[in-house]
């Protein structure tokens, strides 16, 4: 993408949001690093060099007390007995705090006030629900004394029942006579009826597994007692406001007592959504407790023990279909595995529900969906937020429909796509109407790019020869609804300041954990007021600038942020048109901001100069900004409405090749054609759909999370838990941006997100595991292959459906 879409702002009016987001073709550019343009991600360089400073890297203050966090050994036990005598006398000990020490409530979570800090000592409260949870915290004076200190602890339990897989869930919730939390369901039509009728039916089961979020950096945070009983606050957390909220509750005292801050993430993906708030909770009481800062850093044994993860989701699919692979009807069941507490597992269960149809117009459908309690760590964002889960099962049909047909699996998805733009919409089965559907367009290009037709050939000539080794391909298409299924979270709030020299502050509720969204926002800016994006200072995410925040995920941080930011850049930019045009005595429209530069009338100022006028005649340089997300509204109580502000699409061929007698695999070549409207910044946009198609063949390849019997993760370290490497890479890796991309929706220069929709097109991999391991079969039985897709389990799938 080149340069020539950026378009020059004049300050003429006061244009909508509409006028405001078109760029005419042919436009030339004439700033650094506006809008469009593939600028360096602000701290790119910082984090090759090392110099990016991260929660741990900042300087500790003198007497600075490190905690660590003792965790329960068991399941689902009662707490007989918790002596920390021992703990306390240890060498280095400032403090041993447990729930009892805590002055205000003992919680942390998002929603449901169901995730205690620590839990009770006393009464039936006294009870631990997973390997892992917190029991108490030691701060001492170095991390080895508390470590030392925690081991001295003396804990009696009595073990409770305990349920840690999904058939163990389900059987405890039946015997109960409840899930975790109230199943939910969508209709559309009556697909009961629809799947009687139907000539042909498609049933069966895929498991997906679950997913830690590996992000580089680990939980941490620091925290410093101030005046007042205030304290200040470092999270590594996407959503700063609630820690904020959680710390102020723990502690008893106002919201505006506690300031969270932080520059950056060394990554998030979800997992530091919400449960941040239980190490920020845990430094905040120690420093307030001792009157010292206090810094709780996990080390990455103990945080995949103790943070929740990816939510693994059983799918029961059975679809009505006719002999061309149309589909009529489709039911599908989700058991969701949520862990001990609620976290947003609604939000989430939900989501796989709303993506149960992907970019398929099932004309009758029902979805239905349980919410598992087990006590195993509760379960909580991952990038695409339960998406990937619904998608999963969709495709698993499409696939299957394709085997009992005969025809190609392509031309069963395409058969089934929901109408393009301008013909007669289609409804999902949330019943809301989907207008902009661009997925034929893109799958036809990608086909014709990738060469699909012959390689499917080639690679049947392929596995006719071949014993030993079989290829599958695959391509997948994606559908995703971007905005916060939770209505009141589609806000953002940001502060502009511009200084008399001409130099400008960006602040903004959004966080940086690596995806580029500070420098997307800041280009934003930069385009407002047609200056270098070198004088837009971009600053670290404070609670103290922009308040009640929603957390940065769902996709729509330049979405809510950018528009927000724009919206403070342009109150600012109105007034500096408003005063040049009285003090030079032109009209409005005759005051153009170009780059660098502004022209009033046939005179023409620097940015810098009119900005320093401004000052001198006491014009405010400074403006907040806010957005909500317009046109969105879901009841949910009748499943109907319209939870997303658009849809972004993709697509991906994936091909792979087996070894049919040990089960190891390669993904020798992957084409993605991917939409984000017109990009902010293609170069991180390129990033973030590479990235995400490879974190989403971990996934579905060789993430595998396993707990024994007693509830222990077993695979919690990297020895054990594979995460792709660069080696996973395909030789031959193919993406492309649609140039076609234009948002319908009055999004922020016409972008869409991309920090979840390209995860999904990793189920291409997936399915083109499947289509080789039933090529291993001579195409005789349809393989039943579970996520992810390791090579133990490709192997048992090859020697299933040759046994068949």
């Given amino acids: 993408m080149d340069e020539t879409r950026i378009q020059d702002r004049s300050g003429a009016g006061e244009p909508g949001i509409a006028e405001l987001n078109e760029r005419p073709p042919g436009h030339e550019a004439r700033i650094r690093g506006g809008v469009a343009t593939p600028a360096a991600h602000d701290s790119g360089m910082k984090h090759v060099t090392g110099a990016a400073r991260y929660g741990d890297d900042e300087p500790e203050l003198p007497g600075t007390l490190q905690v660590f966090i003792a965790m329960s050994a068991r399941a689902h036990a009662k707490i007989a007995r918790l002596d920390l005598a021992a703990a306390r006398a240890a060498p280095g000990v400032a403090a041993v705090l447990t729930a009892e020490d805590i002055p205000g409530e003992n919680d942390y979570s998002p929603v449901f006030g169901d995730d205690p800090i620590f839990p009770p000592l006393q009464g039936e409260c006294a009870v631990v629900q997973y390997v892992g949870q917190p029991l108490f915290a030691v701060a001492a004076e170095t991390e080895l004394q508390a470590r030392a200190a925690a081991k001295l602890a003396v804990v009696d339990y009595e073990d409770l029942p305990a349920a840690i897989s999904i058939d163990a869930a389900l059987a405890h919730a039946d015997e109960a006579g409840e899930d975790l939390l109230p199943a939910y369901e969508m209709r559309l039509g009556d697909a ?18 679950g997913q830690d979020h590996f992000y580089l950096e680990g939980q941490i945070a620091t925290a410093i007692p101030m005046e007042d009983g205030d304290v200040f606050v470092r999270s590594s957390t996407q959503h700063p406001s609630e820690v904020q909220h959680n710390v102020a509750k723990m502690l008893g005292v106002p919201d505006h007592a506690v300031t969270v801050e932080l520059r950056r993430m060394g990554g998030g993906f979800g997992g530091k959504e919400s449960q941040p708030a239980l190490f920020a909770a845990v430094a905040a009481l120690v420093a307030v407790k001792t009157g010292r800062p206090a810094k709780c850093r996990l080390d990455r044994d103990d945080d995949m023990e103790m943070t929740g993860k990816r939510h693994e989701t059983r799918i029961d699919y059975d679809l009505g279909f006719a002999e061309d692979g149309t589909i009529l009807a489709a039911d599908f069941e989700h058991c969701v595995r949520c862990g ?54 969709i495709e698993r049909a499409m696939d299957e429909i394709a085997f009992l047909t005969g025809v190609d699996p392509l ?5 089934n796509f929901y109408p393009a733009i301008g013909e007669e919409p289609a409804v999902t089965p949330y019943h809301m109407p989907v207008t902009d559907c661009v997925i034929a367009e893109i799958v036809e290009e990608l086909e014709a790019s990738s060469d699909y037709r012959a390689r499917c050939e080639a690679v049947k000539a392929f596995n006719a020869g071949s014993t030993i080794f079989k290829k599958g391909l695959a391509l997948t298409p994606v559908k995703f609804g971007i905005s916060f299924t939770t209505t009141h979270l589609n806000q953002a709030g940001a502060l502009v300041h511009v200084y008399k020299d001409g130099s400008v502050h960006l602040n903004h509720g959004g966080t940086e954990m690596g995806q580029g969204l500070f420098v997307k926002v800041a280009q934003v800016v930069a385009e407002e007021f047609q200056i270098d994006l070198g004088k837009v200072k971009i600053t670290a995410t404070t609670t103290a600038k922009v308040p009640n925040t929603s957390a940065t995920a769902a996709s729509s941080g330049s979405d809510l942020n950018g528009m927000a930011a724009l919206n403070a850049a342009r109150t600012i930019k109105d007034r500096l048109i408003a005063f040049a045009s009285e003090r030079y005595h032109v009209p409005k429209e005759q005051v153009v901001f170009e780059a660098n530069r502004v022209r009033i009338g046939n005179d023409e100022k620097r ?66 054609l991917h939409d984000v409207g017109r990009s902010l910044n293609p170069a991180i946009d390129m990033g973030q759909i590479e990235g995400g198609f490879v974190q989403g063949m971990g996934w579905l390849t060789t993430e595998e999370l396993w707990w024994d019997d007693k509830g222990r993760l077993k695979t919690h370290a990297p020895s054990t838990y594979k995460i792709p490497t660069s080696n996973d890479r395909p030789d031959d890796l193919r993406i492309a941006i649609w140039d076609k991309g234009e948002n319908r929706a009055e999004t922020v220069y016409r972008s869409k997100a991309v920090g979840e929709p390209p995860f999904m097109l990793a189920i291409s991999v997936f399915s083109a595991l499947t289509d080789a391991v039933c090529a291993a079969g001579n195409g005789r039985a349809f393989p039943r292959l579970d996520a992810p897709a390791t090579p133990e389990r490709v192997l048992m799938a090859v020697e299933d459906v040759r046994s068949q």
């Fill in 607 to 672: 940015f810098s100069d009119l900005v320093g006028e401004a000052y001198l005649a006491r014009i405010s340089l400074s403006s907040t900004g806010f957005y909500a997300t317009p046109e969105i509204d879901y009841d949910r109580e009748a499943a109907s409405g319209r939870p997303f502000y658009y849809f972004a699409y993709g697509a991906a061929c994936s091909e792979v090749v087996i070894d049919t007698l040990t089960g190891e695999y390669r993904l020798l070549r992957a084409d993605i």
């Fill in 340 to 393: 001990y507490s609620r976290d947003l597992s609604a939000a989430i269960a939900d989501r796989a529900m709303f993506h149960a149809d992907n970019a398929y117009d099932l004309k009758a459908a029902r979805i239905h969906s349980r919410r598992l309690k087990t006590h195993t760590v509760s379960n909580t964002a991952f990038r695409g937020f339960g998406g990937p889960q619904g998608m999963v099962g």
């Fill in 411 to 415: 031309d069963v998805r395409k058969r």
């Fill in 192 to 209: 009961a009826s629809a799947l009687e009728a139907a000539p042909l039916r498609a049933s069966g089961r895929v498991e997906v597994g």
